[in-house]
């Protein structure tokens, strides 16, 4: 079987680079083997343009936003769904401090960051006791459609191998590689974690890290907002809801916790003035690193080896943008932006 391109993985940053392949009209092959715990497929779809304490951009928002909107608009278009939500975030100042930080934030960023007219117009849904601010846009992609749906299109069409990737069956040189009975020009990982033990980037600065998320059912919760005190609160779809996430550096095993379970329906009982019912309970390591840039690009040695990878928290946002640059790359040899070309680690990965 004769390709132009195998990509390892179809989460978030596989499925963007099969989609802009495909749109090119090259010739591609995924291999992947659904694993229902992968980040992509546990995380709500989020972006928040803003970030942190300080309550700052972040990285690159306004080119990404500029990009992705059209983006999965024209994604969903194709795939017969609504790919993306435009939702305001309502943020529930957690002390008298946090309250006067964000209004002084307010002043600076005058495109994302508003002060509401009602401090308490959702007194009746959530406990809160100095107001909340508001950041909008900000979007929900429709994560468990997109994936799903783009998967059987793969499959339809005969593109996808739904086994797990054994590294030991490449070969590969200077003229291509060879996987089992698939001869392609270039080899590209976007298998999540898994590429932190890939023999050829395993040298990157990968920074895993678990979250465990809640789903649970309610009714009387807002769908247009998206909820943050502590956690982050969004609908998925009608009265069923995810909360989320924590960050844990060191872990056992990626499975859920007892203590996130019983801490997060500690805080939904003090969160919200309305009855719910927990109803389901997940656990990722996200593909998170040191620099939280992404990983794009070719091996400096293996020239026909790459990555789209390393996006951590910020899959949906960075995942669109950067699998594009790495097409373009691919296709008109573009350069990939600097700050995410894996070039700027040539020499660990040369060690």
């Known amino acids: 079987m004769q390709t132009e391109f195998l990509i390892v993985g179809q989460g978030i940053s596989g499925t963007w680079l099969s989609y802009y392949l495909d749109k090119a009209n090259r010739s591609f092959i995924v291999i992947d083997n659904e ?20 309550i700052v951009k972040t990285w690159m928002i306004d080119e990404l936003l500029a990009f992705l909107v059209s983006a999965y608009e024209e994604l969903g278009n194709k795939l017969g769904i609504k790919a993306i939500d435009r939702k305001s975030l309502i943020d529930f100042h957690p002390t008298p401090q946090m309250k006067i930080a964000f209004d002084e934030r307010v002043k ?10 009602d401090q308490w117009q959702y007194q009746e849904t959530f406990n809160y006791d100095f107001g909340f601010g508001e950041v909008d846009p900000c979007y929900v992609i429709n994560l468990k459609e997109i994936l799903p749906v783009w ?21 590969h040189s200077n003229t291509g590689i060879t996987y089992k009975n698939i001869k392609a020009e270039k080899i590209i990982f976007c298998d999540g974690i898994n ?3 890939n023999p050829f980037f395993k040298n990157l600065p990968f920074a ?35 909360i989320g ?18 801490q997060t329906e500690l805080l939904l009982k003090i969160w919200l003035r309305i ?5 389901d309970h997940k656990a990722s390591v996200r593909p998170a690193n040191i620099e939280r840039r992404p ?7 293996h020239k026909n080896i790459g990555i789209l990878n390393g996006m951590g928290t910020k899959g949906c946002s960075l995942a669109p943008y950067f699998a594009k640059q790495l097409t373009d790359h691919l296709i008109n040899n573009k350069e990939i932006l600097p700050e995410a070309d894996i070039k700027r680690f040539t020499k660990i990965l040369t060690r």
């Open 35 to 54: 694993q229902p715990n992968s980040a992509s497929r546990v995380a709500a779809g989020i972006i928040n343009p803003v970030t942190g304490r300080r």
């Open 108 to 117: 600076e960023n005058t495109d994302l960051l508003f002060q509401p007219k």
């Open 151 to 171: 998967r059987k299109k793969l499959l339809s069409s005969k593109l996808l191998l739904e086994e797990n990737f054994e590294a030991e069956e490449l070969k």
């Open 195 to 197: 590429s932190s033990l």
């Open 208 to 242: 895993l890290n678990k979250g465990e998320v809640i789903f649970f059912e309610s009714s009387g919760i807002p769908s247009t907002n998206i909820f943050k005190k502590g956690m982050m609160l969004t609908s998925i779809e009608s009265n069923f809801y995810w």
């Open 245 to 262: 996430s924590n960050y844990l550096w060191e872990f056992p095993d990626d499975q859920p916790t007892e203590q996130f379970r019983k």
């Open 275 to 279: 009855p719910f019912k927990i109803v």
């Open 295 to 301: 990983f794009v690009g070719f091996h400096p040695t």
